[in-house]
Protein backbone atom coordinates (compact mmCIF):
# COMPACT_ATOMS: atom_id res chain seq x y z
CA UNK A 1 0.00 0.00 0.00
CA UNK A 2 0.97 3.67 -0.81
CA UNK A 3 0.67 6.02 2.32
CA UNK A 4 0.58 9.30 1.76
CA UNK A 5 2.08 11.82 5.00
CA UNK A 6 0.77 15.79 4.83
CA UNK A 7 2.26 18.39 7.27
CA UNK A 8 1.63 20.32 8.57
CA UNK A 9 -2.02 18.80 10.09
CA UNK A 10 -2.71 22.17 11.08
CA UNK A 11 -1.56 25.88 9.78
CA UNK A 12 -2.33 29.23 11.15
CA UNK A 13 -2.43 32.04 8.90
CA UNK A 14 -3.88 35.56 7.67
CA UNK A 15 -5.25 36.77 5.11
CA UNK A 16 -2.80 37.57 2.20
CA UNK A 17 -0.14 34.85 3.77
CA UNK A 18 1.83 32.61 1.14
CA UNK A 19 1.42 29.75 2.70
CA UNK A 20 2.55 25.72 1.49
CA UNK A 21 1.38 22.51 2.42
CA UNK A 22 3.67 19.19 1.85
CA UNK A 23 2.36 16.14 1.07
CA UNK A 24 4.70 12.91 0.75
CA UNK A 25 4.36 9.36 -0.79
CA UNK A 26 6.17 6.40 1.08
CA UNK A 27 7.14 5.31 -2.75
CA UNK A 28 7.50 6.97 -6.04
CA UNK A 29 4.11 7.86 -7.75
CA UNK A 30 5.75 9.55 -10.63
CA UNK A 31 3.43 12.86 -10.78
CA UNK A 32 0.09 10.88 -10.29
CA UNK A 33 -1.23 13.24 -7.44
CA UNK A 34 -4.14 15.53 -6.78
CA UNK A 35 -4.95 18.02 -4.16
CA UNK A 36 -8.69 18.83 -2.81
CA UNK A 37 -10.16 21.52 -0.64
CA UNK A 38 -12.99 20.07 1.38
CA UNK A 39 -15.34 22.46 3.50
CA UNK A 40 -17.32 21.48 6.30
CA UNK A 41 -20.09 19.42 5.61
CA UNK A 42 -19.13 19.18 1.79
CA UNK A 43 -17.58 17.06 -1.03
CA UNK A 44 -14.22 17.69 -1.45
CA UNK A 45 -13.30 19.86 -4.35
CA UNK A 46 -10.40 19.05 -7.25
CA UNK A 47 -7.50 21.83 -7.21
CA UNK A 48 -4.50 20.69 -9.00
CA UNK A 49 -4.18 17.09 -10.58
CA UNK A 50 -1.03 15.16 -12.09
CA UNK A 51 1.05 17.30 -9.69
CA UNK A 52 0.88 20.70 -11.32
CA UNK A 53 -2.02 21.15 -13.20
CA UNK A 54 -4.50 23.80 -12.28
CA UNK A 55 -8.18 22.33 -12.73
CA UNK A 56 -10.70 24.64 -14.58
CA UNK A 57 -11.96 27.60 -13.02
CA UNK A 58 -9.85 27.00 -9.90
CA UNK A 59 -7.86 30.67 -9.16
CA UNK A 60 -4.38 30.89 -10.02
CA UNK A 61 -3.20 31.83 -6.80
CA UNK A 62 -3.15 27.91 -6.30
CA UNK A 63 -0.25 25.81 -7.40
CA UNK A 64 1.57 22.29 -7.41
CA UNK A 65 4.37 20.48 -7.71
CA UNK A 66 6.52 18.04 -6.96
CA UNK A 67 7.17 14.44 -8.24
CA UNK A 68 8.09 10.80 -7.00
CA UNK A 69 7.76 11.03 -3.72
CA UNK A 70 7.49 14.84 -2.30
CA UNK A 71 4.66 17.28 -3.35
CA UNK A 72 3.86 21.16 -2.22
CA UNK A 73 0.70 22.84 -2.66
CA UNK A 74 1.02 26.87 -2.56
CA UNK A 75 -1.50 29.39 -1.95
CA UNK A 76 -0.33 32.94 -2.99
CA UNK A 77 -1.71 34.99 -1.13
CA UNK A 78 -4.59 33.58 0.97
CA UNK A 79 -8.41 34.75 0.88
CA UNK A 80 -11.26 34.50 3.47
CA UNK A 81 -12.32 31.58 0.99
CA UNK A 82 -9.35 29.46 1.44
CA UNK A 83 -9.65 28.54 4.88
CA UNK A 84 -10.72 24.81 4.84
CA UNK A 85 -8.96 21.26 5.28
CA UNK A 86 -6.73 20.06 2.41
CA UNK A 87 -6.17 16.94 1.11
CA UNK A 88 -3.75 15.14 -1.41
CA UNK A 89 -4.64 11.86 -3.19
CA UNK A 90 -2.03 9.43 -5.25
CA UNK A 91 -3.50 8.09 -8.18
CA UNK A 92 -0.43 5.86 -9.34
CA UNK A 93 -1.95 2.63 -7.30
CA UNK A 94 -5.39 2.21 -6.57
CA UNK A 95 -6.15 5.42 -4.90
CA UNK A 96 -4.53 6.89 -1.14
CA UNK A 97 -5.49 10.09 0.44
CA UNK A 98 -3.10 12.01 3.39
CA UNK A 99 -4.79 12.79 6.57
CA UNK A 100 -5.39 16.29 5.65
CA UNK A 101 -4.25 19.61 6.48
CA UNK A 102 -6.66 22.12 8.43
CA UNK A 103 -6.24 25.92 6.72
CA UNK A 104 -6.90 27.75 10.34
CA UNK A 105 -7.09 31.98 10.49
CA UNK A 106 -5.08 32.87 12.75
CA UNK B 1 -23.30 20.09 -15.49
CA UNK B 2 -22.57 16.55 -14.57
CA UNK B 3 -24.35 15.89 -10.80
CA UNK B 4 -24.17 13.12 -8.63
CA UNK B 5 -26.43 12.00 -6.09
CA UNK B 6 -25.99 9.22 -3.75
CA UNK B 7 -28.95 7.38 -2.02
CA UNK B 8 -29.85 4.25 0.80
CA UNK B 9 -30.64 3.87 3.94
CA UNK B 10 -29.14 6.61 6.71
CA UNK B 11 -29.01 3.64 9.52
CA UNK B 12 -27.72 0.11 9.18
CA UNK B 13 -27.70 -2.59 11.91
CA UNK B 14 -24.54 -3.97 13.34
CA UNK B 15 -23.52 -7.32 10.72
CA UNK B 16 -25.82 -6.50 7.82
CA UNK B 17 -25.25 -5.30 4.34
CA UNK B 18 -25.19 -1.63 3.61
CA UNK B 19 -26.34 -0.56 0.06
CA UNK B 20 -25.91 2.47 -2.11
CA UNK B 21 -26.62 4.24 -5.38
CA UNK B 22 -25.55 6.87 -7.26
CA UNK B 23 -27.46 8.57 -10.01
CA UNK B 24 -25.27 10.41 -12.42
CA UNK B 25 -26.87 13.18 -14.38
CA UNK B 26 -25.62 15.69 -17.37
CA UNK B 27 -23.21 13.17 -19.17
CA UNK B 28 -22.41 9.66 -19.71
CA UNK B 29 -20.62 7.45 -17.86
CA UNK B 30 -19.18 5.76 -20.81
CA UNK B 31 -14.84 6.05 -20.26
CA UNK B 32 -14.88 7.17 -16.69
CA UNK B 33 -14.17 5.14 -13.55
CA UNK B 34 -17.17 5.34 -11.03
CA UNK B 35 -15.78 5.28 -6.75
CA UNK B 36 -17.11 5.31 -3.58
CA UNK B 37 -15.32 7.07 -1.22
CA UNK B 38 -15.99 7.66 2.62
CA UNK B 39 -15.42 9.99 5.40
CA UNK B 40 -15.57 9.04 9.23
CA UNK B 41 -16.60 12.08 10.97
CA UNK B 42 -13.65 14.11 11.73
CA UNK B 43 -11.62 11.60 10.05
CA UNK B 44 -9.64 11.28 6.37
CA UNK B 45 -11.22 10.45 3.12
CA UNK B 46 -11.16 6.25 2.45
CA UNK B 47 -11.36 5.49 -1.29
CA UNK B 48 -13.23 2.21 -0.90
CA UNK B 49 -13.61 0.85 -4.81
CA UNK B 50 -14.29 1.78 -8.27
CA UNK B 51 -16.21 0.40 -11.30
CA UNK B 52 -15.98 0.93 -15.36
CA UNK B 53 -19.15 0.94 -17.75
CA UNK B 54 -17.47 -2.56 -18.82
CA UNK B 55 -18.46 -3.73 -15.24
CA UNK B 56 -14.75 -4.31 -14.71
CA UNK B 57 -13.78 -3.49 -10.64
CA UNK B 58 -10.77 -2.81 -8.40
CA UNK B 59 -11.80 -2.82 -4.34
CA UNK B 60 -9.34 -1.38 -1.55
CA UNK B 61 -7.56 -4.53 -0.45
CA UNK B 62 -8.35 -3.87 3.35
CA UNK B 63 -12.31 -3.79 2.12
CA UNK B 64 -11.91 -6.06 -0.81
CA UNK B 65 -13.53 -9.42 1.19
CA UNK B 66 -16.83 -7.11 2.13
CA UNK B 67 -17.14 -4.74 -1.04
CA UNK B 68 -19.06 -5.22 -4.61
CA UNK B 69 -19.77 -2.58 -6.72
CA UNK B 70 -22.33 -2.93 -9.62
CA UNK B 71 -22.97 -0.69 -12.77
CA UNK B 72 -26.15 -0.27 -14.52
CA UNK B 73 -25.46 2.48 -17.51
CA UNK B 74 -29.39 2.13 -18.85
CA UNK B 75 -30.08 3.67 -15.68
CA UNK B 76 -26.75 6.09 -15.39
CA UNK B 77 -26.50 4.26 -11.82
CA UNK B 78 -23.86 2.52 -10.07
CA UNK B 79 -23.53 0.97 -6.25
CA UNK B 80 -22.15 -0.24 -3.53
CA UNK B 81 -23.21 -3.15 -1.19
CA UNK B 82 -20.51 -3.39 1.96
CA UNK B 83 -21.43 -6.64 3.74
CA UNK B 84 -20.75 -7.46 7.89
CA UNK B 85 -20.86 -4.07 8.68
CA UNK B 86 -19.52 -2.64 12.11
CA UNK B 87 -19.87 0.84 14.22
CA UNK B 88 -16.16 1.75 12.25
CA UNK B 89 -18.32 2.00 9.20
CA UNK B 90 -19.98 4.41 10.18
CA UNK B 91 -19.21 7.31 7.31
CA UNK B 92 -20.56 9.67 5.49
CA UNK B 93 -20.33 7.41 2.14
CA UNK B 94 -19.78 9.76 -1.45
CA UNK B 95 -19.75 8.75 -4.63
CA UNK B 96 -17.54 10.43 -7.18
CA UNK B 97 -16.31 10.18 -11.05
CA UNK B 98 -13.42 9.34 -11.98
CA UNK B 99 -11.45 10.78 -14.82
CA UNK B 100 -8.17 8.92 -16.46
CA UNK B 101 -7.26 11.00 -20.22
CA UNK B 102 -6.43 8.06 -21.78
CA UNK B 103 -3.54 6.62 -19.59
CA UNK B 104 -3.07 3.18 -19.81
CA UNK B 105 -3.25 1.84 -17.51
CA UNK B 106 -5.35 3.87 -15.93
CA UNK B 107 -4.79 6.59 -13.80
CA UNK B 108 -8.26 8.83 -12.41
CA UNK B 109 -8.59 11.67 -10.23
CA UNK B 110 -12.08 12.72 -8.71
CA UNK B 111 -13.70 15.98 -10.73
CA UNK B 112 -17.33 15.90 -9.81
CA UNK B 113 -18.38 14.35 -6.25
CA UNK B 114 -21.84 13.55 -4.69
CA UNK B 115 -23.25 15.76 -1.75
CA UNK B 116 -22.64 12.60 0.55
CA UNK B 117 -24.73 10.86 2.68
CA UNK B 118 -24.21 9.63 6.09
CA UNK B 119 -24.61 6.02 6.75
CA UNK B 120 -24.62 5.24 10.50
CA UNK B 121 -24.37 1.62 11.68
CA UNK B 122 -26.08 0.63 14.95
CA UNK B 123 -27.20 -2.49 16.69
Known amino acids: DIQMTQSPSTLSASVGDRVTITCRAS??????LAWYQQKPGKAPKLLIY???SLESEVPSRFSGSGSGTEFTLTISSLQPDDFATYYC????????FGQGTKLEIK | QVQLQESGPGLVKTSETLSLTCTVS????????WSWIRQPAGKALEWIGR???????KYNPSLKSRVTMSVDTSKNQFSLKLTSVTAADTAVYYC?????????????????WGQGTLVTVSS
Open chain 2, 26 to 33: GGSMSTYY
Open chain 2, 51 to 57: IYTSGST
Open chain 1, 27 to 32: QSISSW
Open chain 2, 96 to 112: ARGLNNNHVPPHYYFDY
Open chain 1, 50 to 52: KAS
Open chain 1, 89 to 96: QQYDTYNT
